[in-house]
């Protein structure tokens, strides 16, 4: 069925091309197509409706309703020009009918949102300013001049002006639908796009209908022409039957909205300043009746707005507690677990030296088992504590026990402890010092620093690759920095790395066992005493973590952060 | 091993005799066995109330007080052996299985001799309890010699 429809518009289109070009200088063939198309046009929605059945059949029988009504009123127009040779006159049985269509078309505008659920107060204001607005320059434009009487008859006046009522009416309608905030389709748009073009040839129409001066064949007939195919081929498309389920946009106030809001309240004083530049009797008071409208509209709209904004701030502020809230307790809980933790694992490592220092009546085997057990327990006690500092870290209570320390000593000293392993996995240890690297600070967690940087360098360098950790005093500080030639950490990945729980890419490729805590353990404890830590690592190269500590001991910022 | 320079406090006092208290069964045999491996002599407590009438009653010459026990606490036991009399020079030794150096910093202010973080190596207790016994003897030596010459000047 989209074949079919756009079939309909291509053919619909052709025929309005040919209606300006081949038909041009021949009345009758005019006559002929735009006959053709107003009534296919009442027909195809018909047929729209019998093929795609949609469960909201109430605007499509009313466009048809309409489009049927338009349709006999052509036909009465083109009967003149079949059967007498020359237009109908103005006003005509013809306008009647053309009348007639225009609360049948807005009212299947307004059906056509049923499913969309109830409006939002925010939409009908905005649709209602745009109407009020757009109101106040039709008045100006055509009913004003109308009603003050221009070279038609009363009663062409009394048709003039129905008509332009009958476009503000269904204009209203349009403007409601354009402001429902919906994720559109092509039959809506169709729809939406083909009564905006009828109702620019109305108002074209009107305003030279007001010193009689329109004649059939003007470019203006295509508003109306291609509107007729655009209805037929919405109705044909199979996405008319999902306009009733279309999904709701972003309720955002967006930009091109407030700048079409603020070019619509320009509507009323640039109609009085263009008035008041003319000699024509001035509209003053039918001006201010449309600019006190759309002033109190747009005052109640600003005041929704202020209520929204205030509702949406408290929401953010009500989540974000919330958030909070879950995050403090997420730290409680790994505190509280840890702890408990600890007594049970008391036992399990507390009997298991029991046992293997307890005699000699175990197996070589047996002995090899107590190992894999304690190791285990070990590991176990490691990943507690490291949950537990990583909570203390995070709630900002880490509490160091500082004093006096020579921070090269620390790092021989792991360097030592790291030795049996990097031999173990063939990686050359290197350690250097320069300079006195004597500095207040706590020398478990800054020991557990060091550990932690070197393990993490050995785990993720290769066989035959190398590990350095240099220790320097500098001007107010005191500067760590452990190196490695290992597969190097994605620049995308750098930032992440001290949050706690994140692992890189290469660690879970490379099966490289962690908890992704250690990292931030490490900087949590750097920035306890008042220090940075940065990375600098090219993949496939390998990293460089470097430590700076400042000398000048830990500023009383740092003590309350530890408190 | 650590046990044996207490061999001369063993003679003079017999066995020396450790306070354990601990709400937790297992931890509480855990001490209790290590300890008594070593020579030492336990008595046991499960919980605040009942280790400080034992401490009071007894009078150990070291108490091993875990410091989450429900009720009274091994910080209040501490206390309140430090407010009482006989009870006020017994050293003791605290376990916690909270790493909060705050937390030690109270039980240490309230009298402890020495604390050890859950999970802990027996044999590194038994070697803190043979420390503090080793400290406390070494106070008390002054007195002793003094006493020995003041015996010695009357025999003399």
Partial sequence: ?563 | MNADPNKETNMERHRPLVLVADDDEDILELVRFRLARSGYDTICAHDGTQALALASERLPDVAVLDVGMPGLDGVGVTERMRSNEPTKHIPVILLTASANPGDVAKGMSAGAEDYVTKPFSPEMLESRVSAVLKAAAALREPARLNSVIRRAGAVG
């Fill in chain 1, 1 to 563: 069925m989209k074949r079919v429809s756009h079939v309909y518009a291509a053919v619909g289109i052709g025929l309005t091309v040919a209606y300006f070009t081949a038909a041009a200088g021949n009345i009758d063939a005019r006559a002929v197509i735009y006959q053709a198309m107003a009534l296919s046009a009442g027909i195809t929605v018909l047929a729209g409706i019998w093929v795609h059945r949609p469960s909201n059949r109430a605007p499509w029988y009313l466009f048809a309703g309409g489009l049927l009504l338009w349709s006999a009123g052509d036909g009465y127009w083109n009967s003149y020009q079949w059967f007498l040779g020359k237009e109908a006159p103005y006003p005509s049985p013809a306008d009647v009918f053309y009348l007639a269509a225009y609360p049948l078309l807005a009212a299947g505008v307004l059906t056509l949102m049923r499913g969309w659920g109830r409006a939002q107060l925010r939409d009908i204001l905005d649709a209602a300013i745009v109407s009020v607005s757009a109101a106040v320059v039709i008045w100006v434009l055509l009913i004003g001049p109308l009603a003050r009487g221009s070279t038609l008859s009363a009663l062409g006046t009394g048709a003039s002006v129905g008509t332009t009522v009958g476009d503000v009416l269904l204009l209203a309608a349009l403007a409601q639908l354009a402001m429902r905030r919906r994720k559109s389709n092509l039959a809506l748009r169709w729809i939406g796009l083909s009564i905006g073009l009828t109702l620019v040839s109305d108002y074209v129409y009107a305003y030279l209908n007001l010193n009689s001066t329109y004649t059939s064949g003007m470019l203006i007939d295509a508003g109306w022409l291609v509107g007729y195919t655009l209805f037929g081929a919405a109705a044909l498309h199979p996405s008319m039957k999902s306009i009733g389920a279309l999904p709701a946009a972003a309720p955002t106030l967006s930009r091109l909205r407030l700048a079409g809001l603020g070019v619509v309240l320009l509507a009323p004083p640039v109609a009085l300043m263009v008035q008041s530049t003319e000699s024509a009797p001035t509209d003053t008071l039918e001006i201010g009746i449309g600019a006190t409208l759309t002033v109190l509209l747009v005052a109640w709209r600003v005041w929704l707005l202020s209520r929204e904004r205030e509702r949406a701030q408290a929401e953010l502020t009500r989540q974000n507690d919330r958030l909070l809230e879950l995050d403090r307790m997420k730290d409680e809980l790994i505190a509280l677990v840890s702890h408990e933790l600890r007594t049970p694992l008391t036992s399990i490592v507390g009997y298991l030296e029991l046992i293997a220092e307890g005699g000699g009546e175990l197996s070589a085997e047996q002995r090899k088992h107590l190992a894999v057990a304690e190791r285990n327990a070990q590991r176990l006690i490691h990943l507690v504590s490291d949950l537990l500092l990583a909570a203390q870290v995070r709630a900002g209570r880490l509490s160091l026990q500082t004093d006096e320390l020579n921070v090269a000593a620390l790092a021989e000293e792991s360097v030592a402890s790291a030795k049996p392993l990097a031999q173990e996995r063939d990686i050359r240890l290197s350690y250097r010092s320069r300079g006195d690297a004597r500095l207040v600070a706590d020398s478990n967690r800054l020991a557990q620093v060091i550990d932690n940087l070197l393990s993490n360098a050995l785990k993720f360098t290769p066989e035959g690759g190398s590990v350095d950790v240099s220790v320097r005093a500098e001007l107010g500080s005191i500067v760590i920095e452990v190196s490695d030639t290992g597969i190097g950490i994605a620049e995308a990945e750098q930032s992440k790395l001290f949050t706690p729980f994140f692992r890189a890419d290469s660690a879970v490729e490379h099966s490289i066992a962690g908890t992704g805590l250690g990292l931030s353990i490490v900087k949590g404890i750097v920035e306890a005493h008042g220090g940075t830590i940065t990375l600098s690592s090219r993949v496939p190269d390998g990293s460089t973590f470097r430590v700076d500590l400042p000398t000048a001991g830990i500023s009383h910022a740092e003590l309350e952060y530890a408190a």
